[in-house]
Structures are given as structure tokens and as C-alpha cells.
């Protein structure tokens, strides 16, 4: 039956298109491991909610920085330089936390290989939004971006999963010496593919910070794509960059154990491929409506951890959570790849990255004193209720519905002046 999906002209005949999918797979699961071994390392040296905060926002920080230099020199260099770079980059970084001593870690040397790994996920990320139009065929992008978003969300499940079985039974240090492992081998499996020439605008010049500028330009002259990323930047802040940091601090307070943390995201995970797939398999006619609706379930992460009486309850409520984030991965990507010229995409991801990311640090950084302020239940109901008025507003924004704009494609001559 799976024989049908590698005929001629379909998505898995594409040899690039499955090297990408197959290191993108390893990547991820490299990437949601992580955490996990980096926040139980932090927590058992005795690490407070503010530490692991900061050091959590380390990494999304040095991101966010370099995101616009990121997304320029993934408009200048073909896009499988960049990744294999970037994989090969945090497998060293990963990998140096292994020669650490557990019983005398020092937070700041965790937050300088943090730092180093954001400004990798800075340049991986942005190329690897852009290189798939290059590989596949436009009447394949959105299901071959949507299957890959698909197997990426599995392996955000494996990811957290793999990571609490190892740091259970083999430590920490064993899983740092995994991720690592997977990101070398996903960067290896990167090297065969053939993306065609760069893409490059000739009548541009050639001035670095000029494109970085552009970028910008782009951006808002796609109104719906700026309300979508700003909207995404204030709830990354006061919602997500809280609840990734109370998360683990209140699971294993309250539960004594890593593994309701590591289960949770993989739930998360889980519902999010279920709800990815029931939304390509669906005809929808606005899918920018559908996915700021849908997204406003994340309330249910937040508002769970407001009262874990169970870890029962608490699986239940993040596996829900999950499906707000389906919509975004069917839709999102696709509509940019559409809607954007190819000489600007790795502005436009990168800006996304920066954008969508800029101010979760704050968050994270100020989880443990809002908490000091507020207390923690209140602060968890406040930031749900927050969530629900940003969907809100965001749909006020002409496109926002439909992912569309109503005027012609970006061009870099004459444009300007119009966005």
C-alpha cells in the first residue's frame, strides 16, 4: 500500500525531499531531548524556577539576536549548507556538557552552550522552512509540508520520551551523548541532497544590511503575516514562556519525578500530529480562522498546572493542549512558501523565528518572579485568560482568516513604498 507514495511525481519519489524529512526526524528528536536533560541537570544541581528560566531564555535569546543575520545568509548560501553547519554545530555544543562534573556545574558554562546552541537554531531554522520549495514541486507543498510537520511532531514525542527513559536509567550525560549522536547523523544524511542554483535577486544591492531591512519590508507588507507573528510574540512571552518553566518545576514538586514532565510534552506532541493530520485530510476554507481557534486550547496547559491534583489529569489536559498547534502546522508554512517569493523566505522564516520568539526569554526570565508576585495559580489562570483575548484580536486583522493577501506578490522595485 505505501508502494503508491514513492511512484513517480509523488512526494516520497523525491529523494531530497525524504533526506530532509528522515535528518529532520533525527534533529527533533536531538532538539526536544534536550531540554529535558538540561532542565533535570539544572533542577538536581539545585537550580531554582528563575535559573532554569534564564537559562531557558538563554538559548531562545541568542536565537532571536541572530535570526535577521541568520535569515540573510540563508538567502545567500544554498540552504543544505546551512543546515548541515548548523546540525554539526549543536552536536558539538550538545556533547560538550559531557565533560562537566555533575556535583560541581557551573549555571553560567550551561548558559554559554546554551547561547551557543540559539544562534545554530538561528540559521537550521530559517533554511529549513525555505529549502522545501526548492526540492518539491508547488502542487506538493502542502502535503509535503505537512507530512514532514507530521513526523517532526512524532518526533517531538520520541524526543521527551527517549530523553526520560535515558535520564532514568543511564543519567544525563547519556542522553547529551545521544542528541548528539542524532544531530550528526541527521547532518550527515543532509550532504546528497541537490537543491538547484540559489535564488537571488539581481536588481538588489548587495549590501547585508540592506536585506536585513527588506526582510522587514516583506514582512509587513504581508499585514496578515506581521499580525500572525506578533501575535505569536506576546503569547510566547506571558503564556508558553511560563508554562515551559513551571512545568517541570511543578511536575517534579508535586509528583517527586521527571518522567510527568517528559510524558506531558510527548502528549503535547502527540495531540498536535493528530490534529495536524485531521486538518490536511479536511477542506478548509479559512485556515487562518481555524488555526488562531483552535490554538486558543492551549489554555488547558496553563490551567491544569493551576490545580495538578493527578498526573492523570494533567496527561489528559497537555494531550488536548496538543491539537492547538495541528492547524499551524498545516497550514502556516505552506501560505508563506505561497504567498512569499523564494529570494525572501529566509528573511521571512527567520524573521518569523525572531519575531514569534523575540520576547519569550522575557517570559521565561520572569516566570520565577511573577510567580514571587502573583503566586503561581493565579499567574497560570491570568496567562490563560490572556491567550484567549490575543485570538481574539488577531482575527480583526484584514487576512488573518483566509493566511492571504488581497495585493500582488512582493517585489523589490517599486514595492517599498507601498508596504
Known amino acids: 500500500m505505501l508502494k503508491k507514495y514513492f511512484e513517480p511525481g509523488a512526494l516520497l ?22 531540554p529535558i536533560a538540561l532542565a533535570v541537570t539544572v533542577l538536581d544541581a539545585g537550580g531554582s524556577a528563575t535559573t532554569l528560566g534564564l537559562i531557558l531564555a538563554a538559548r531562545v535569546l541568542s536565537g532571536v539576536v541572530m535570526a535577521p543575520i541568520g535569515g540573510v545568509w540563508v538567502d545567500r548560501l544554498p540552504r543544505k549548507t546551512i543546515l548541515i553547519l548548523s546540525d554539526g554545530f549543536r552536536a558539538i555544543m550538545g556533547s560538550v556538557v559531557i565533560f562537566i562534573n555533575p556535583e560541581n556545574i557551573s549555571m553560567i558554562i550551561l548558559g554559554a552552550i546554551v547561547i551557543l546552541m540559539g544562534i545554530s537554531d538561528a540559521f537550521g531554522g530559517p533554511a529549513a522552512g525555505a529549502i522545501i520549495p526548492s526540492i518539491l514541486p508547488d502542487h506538493l507543498l502542502p502535503s509535503g509540508n505537512v507530512l514532514r510537520g507530521i513526523a517532526l511532531k512524532g518526533s517531538t514525542i520520541a524526543g521527551p520520551g527517549i530523553a526520560g527513559v535515558i535520564v532514568v536509567s543511564l543519567g544525563t550525560h547519556a542522553t547529551y551523548i545521544a542528541t548528539s549522536f542524532f544531530f550528526l547523523l541527521g ?43 506578533l501575535m505569536a510574540s506576546v503569547q510566547l512571552m506571558l503564556v508558553i514562556g511560563v508554562e515551559d518553566v513551571l512545568l517541570p518545576v ?5 509528583f517527586g519525578t521527571a518522567s510527568v514532565f517528559a510524558t506531558s510534552a510527548a502528549l503535547f506532541s502527540a495531540g498536535g500530529a493528530i490534529s495536524a493530520v485531521i486538518c490536511i485530510k479536511s477542506k478548509v476554507k479559512n485556515p487562518g480562522l481555524v488555526s ?4 486558543g486550547l492551549f489554555i488547558l496547559a496553563p490551567l491544569v498546572l493551576a490545580f495538578p491534583s493527578s498526573k492523570s489529569i494533567i496527561f489528559i ?23 512569499v517569493p523564494a529570494e525572501y523566505q529566509g528573511r521571512v522564516f527567520s524573521i518569523d523565528y525572531m519575531g514569534s520568539l523575540g520576547l519569550m526569554p522575557l517570559g521565561m526570565a520572569l516566570a520565577g518572579p511573577l510567580v514571587n508576585l502573583f503566586g503561581e495559580r493565579p499567574l497560570l489562570i491570568g496567562v490563560a485568560v490572556f491567550h484567549l483575548i490575543v485570538c481574539a484580536v ?17 517585489s523589490s522595485i517599486g514595492e517599498q513604498s507601498q508596504a
Open 13 to 34: 519519489s523525491f529523494p531530497a525531499y525524504r533526506n530532509l524529512m528522515i535528518s529532520g526526524i533525527l534533529t527533533t528528536v536531538a532538539m526536544s531531548a534536550f
Open 187 to 229: 547532518a550527515a544524511l543532509l550532504i546528497r541532497i541537490d537543491e538547484g542554483p540559489v535564488v537571488a535577486n539581481p536588481d538588489k544591492k548587495n549590501q547585508f544590511v540592506e536585506e536585513m531591512r527588506e526582510g522587514l519590508r516583506v514582512v509587513w507588507y504581508y499585514k496578515w503575516i506581521a499580525a500572525m507573528i
Open 250 to 254: 511543578i511536575t517534579k514538586r508535586d
Open 292 to 295: 488562531v481557534v483552535v490554538w
Open 317 to 339: 489536559a497537555y494531550f488536548a493542549a496538543g491539537f492547538s498547534v495541528g492547524p499551524w502546522e498545516a497550514f502556516w508554512a505552506t501560505q508563506v512558501q505561497r504567498e
Open 394 to 410: 488577531v482575527l480583526l486583522v484584514p487576512g488573518v482568516k483566509e493566511m492571504k493577501s488581497s495585493r500582488p506578490p512582493y
